[in-house]
């Protein structure tokens, strides 16, 4: 059976760089799961993000050896565009994801890259926002949000492009309860909808919503048992 | 609902922003120049925007203005001595009136220009895209004007960091001071590059330029309003340009 996401033996290497920082790495996650993977700092985490979501080798550059498969398809044979309608990320800083005056445009700026129909457009925003139960914020202005909204709206504008996997690469690191309270419940959501989802995460206060937890330490996954 | 100038189509606007400037920039009678910038001043109140705001948060470079003005008399003398300084001829009348020409079209570009801000980045890029701007130099800029505030803050947060760690940067001589500043470009320069490349990766992964065109869910569309502002602004800045030249 094909895997929404698997991985197969990802070696990575940074240009200029002496040593690997993902050491074959194996991974498979099935559809409707909650993945987290969780690490120190340095571990190569958001590496694997990058790797995930085809940002690594396409944007970023550097030796990358192994395979990343979405729907049975190798990341390396797909453009970034082609990937973004498959697999969506949300990044730790709120700021750099936001770049659009409204939340409505945020949103769609997306579907609009994919030329989709202006009433398309349309319902894809209302779900998205929906979905992050943002609706009330749809004229805002992204400035003046809440470090967590900001989040919610970053998350809304990678579910316009209706992607099977999503990505959190520390999203919740530099918000408060309530934030992390709405992303979690957005999160319980998605796997609801049959959603594959990819926790990156360091704070296992935010693994209550999770249904695996695998470590990613010096560059190798491996089963996580409680200690970092 | 917007009504009157404050509901004009973002091009309506940068038509209008546009005559101001050209007709700032091409006239040269000081009395003209002034009844263009009270032109700029009444259209810019009336379009909404936070002008008197603004022009508090710039009082600080006030001076310049001022400076630029006995600058340009100095420089450019002509006519009647009217300050002297050991048989140089400091400000001249020709000079002065330079001078002033200066400012008040330094003034009118810069009043005109808040008539624009009154729309969102969007609609402006929106109107540059059907007016067959490609997107990518539309959103250019919009992203450049976004990103200001955040380069801002970037400079407030490494000259807070110099000042936490005990250099009080109002006490210590010019010199110093600027060899100072000299150290902070790298840190702000670098946090610029990786918000940029930050922002660059977003943008990829929510698909843009996934193809050579794109829809625009939101559509402008002008009024009887535009049209009549857009009209007027032309004939009016042609005919003060046919009479004044």
């Known amino acids: 059976m094909t895997m929404p996401l698997e991985v197969s033996d990802l070696w990575y290497r940074y240009p200029g760089s002496g040593e690997d920082v993902l050491r074959g790495v194996n991974l498979k996650a099935e559809r409707g799961e909650v993945l987290a993977i969780v690490g120190l700092s340095g571990s190569g985490k958001s590496t694997l993000c990058y790797c995930l979501s085809g940002i690594v080798p396409h944007i970023y550059s550097g030796d990358m050896r192994g395979e990343v498969l979405i729907n049975g398809t190798p990341t390396l044979s797909m453009k970034i565009p082609e990937i973004a309608t498959r697999l969506g990320i949300v990044f730790q800083e709120p700021d750099t994801q936001l770049f659009s005056p409204t939340v409505e445009d945020e949103v769609a700026f997306g579907p609009e890259n994919l030329c989709l129909s202006r009433e398309e457009i349309g319902e894809r925003l209302e779900l998205a926002l929906k979905q992050v139960g943002m609706e009330d914020f749809r004229l805002s202005s992204p400035n003046r949000l809440s470090g967590g909204q900001k989040q919610l709206i970053a998350l809304a504008s990678v579910l316009g492009l209706d992607p099977e996997i999503l990505i959190f690469d520390e999203a919740m690191s530099q918000i408060d309860m309530q934030g992390k309270a709405a992303i979690k419940e957005a999160i319980k959501g998605l796997k609801d909808r049959g959603k594959t989802v990819v926790m990156i995460e360091h704070d296992f206060e935010n693994l209550d919503v999770v249904d695996r937890v695998l470590l990613l330490r010096d560059g190798v996954l491996q089963p996580f048992e409680g200690k970092l | ?245």
């Open chain 2, 1 to 245: 609902m917007k009504t009157g100038l404050k509901g004009l189509d973002p091009r309506s606007k940068l038509v209008l922003v546009l005559c101001l400037s050209t007709l700032g920039v091409f006239i040269q009678d000081i009395g003209i120049l002034t009844a263009v910038l009270c032109a700029s001043i009444v259209l810019s109140a009336a379009s909404g925007s936070r002008l008197f705001v603004l022009i508090k948060k710039f009082r600080r470079i006030l001076w310049l203005f001022v400076a630029i003005a006995v600058i340009q008399s100095v420089f450019a003398p002509s006519g009647r001595a009217l300050v002297n300084l050991g048989g140089i001829k400091l400000i001249t009348a020709g000079g002065l009136y330079k001078g002033v020409a200066m400012v008040l079209r330094m003034s009118i570009v810069m009043v005109s220009a808040t008539i624009m801000a009154t729309s969102n980045s969007r609609e402006i890029v929106q109107g540059l895209v059907q007016w067959k701007v490609p997107y990518e130099i539309a959103f250019m800029v919009s992203v450049a004007i976004r990103f200001l505030p955040l380069l801002t803050d970037e400079i407030k947060n490494v000259v807070t960091a110099v000042q936490l760690r005990g250099i009080e940067l109002d006490r210590i001589p010019a010199r110093q001071r600027l060899k100072v500043y000299s150290y902070l470009i790298m840190p702000v320069v670098s946090g610029a590059v990786i918000k940029s490349r930050e922002l660059a990766t977003t943008m990829e992964t929510r698909a843009f330029r996934a193809y050579p065109k794109r829809t625009s869910y939101m559509v402008l569309t002008m009024n009887r309003n535009d049209y009549a502002v857009i009209t007027t602004s032309l004939v009016i800045s042609i005919l003060t340009l046919y009479i004044t030249h």
